[in-house]
């Protein structure tokens, strides 16, 4: 299924995947190794472009300086084209699961350079807010939620004083940490952003992407 930001153009500048640093709690153990997702042997899911990682700095720095601190929880970040095709299949699989639903859900696993899933630039993260204890926030829907539950605004018409409202609020909160450090959020997914990739140029109307698929995927 093509993607409206599949015909932007991409520049790929070099930048090495490089590890997350300490300061970055994780979501373990990683969900998708957990499934048993074909990892290669000394993979590490938790890698991101050099500039990547220098922004998600920026807006750990922006939770921990609010009134009330939180951080980020990262979910998944680098993920290879083998286990984009799993999470596909593993999705596929499950009942009651529409094919229009999974396509939805995940990119496909392409291996043309002038389309590569997000993922697998090493660009595009997904995450989470908790607290400083390390506790998730309860955001509404679990991130790879199917269907609207994961659209980031499912829940805008809320009563800001209900449950669903400060869902709402709280994806909004990491939406603004977030794009503070240039980031772009994915049009039906709250816990999915990107910088530097085709869907980051596609949001932000820059005349390419700086990031394509990684040697590594």
């Not at 970055?24 to 991101?48: E, I, N």
């Not at 909160?173 to 980031?183: I, K, Q, V, Y």
Request: proline share 12%.
């Amino acid at each position: 299924m093509g993607r409206p930001w599949h015909p932007i153009p991409i520049v790929d500048n070099g930048e090495p995947l490089l590890a997350l640093p300490p300061a970055f709690l994780r979501w373990q153990p990683h969900p998708y190794q957990a499934l048993g997702a074909p990892y290669p042997a000394g993979t590490d899911p938790f890698q991101l472009r050099q500039s990547v990682v220098e922004r998600l700095l920026q807006v750990q720095q922006v939770l921990r300086d609010q009134p009330a601190p939180l951080q980020l929880l990262i979910f998944d970040a680098f993920r290879p084209l083998a286990v984009q095709q799993f999470m596909v299949d593993h999705t596929r699989a499950q009942p009651g699961v529409s094919e229009e639903q999974v396509l939805a859900l995940w990119a496909e696993p392409s291996s043309d350079p002038t389309t590569p899933p997000p993922h697998s630039t090493g660009a595009a993260v997904d995450l989470t807010l908790a607290t400083p204890q390390g506790e998730p926030l309860e955001m509404g829907g679990d991130i790879d939620a199917i269907g609207p539950i994961g659209h980031p605004n499912h829940f805008a018409a809320a009563d800001p004083a209900s449950a669903e409202g400060r869902y709402h609020q709280r994806r909004c909160l990491l939406h603004r940490a977030m794009e503070s450090a240039g980031f772009v959020r994915h049009p039906k997914e709250w816990w999915h952003f990107s910088w530097g990739d085709q869907l980051w140029a596609w949001s932000s109307e820059a005349p390419c992407a700086h990031y394509g698929r990684s040697a590594q995927a």
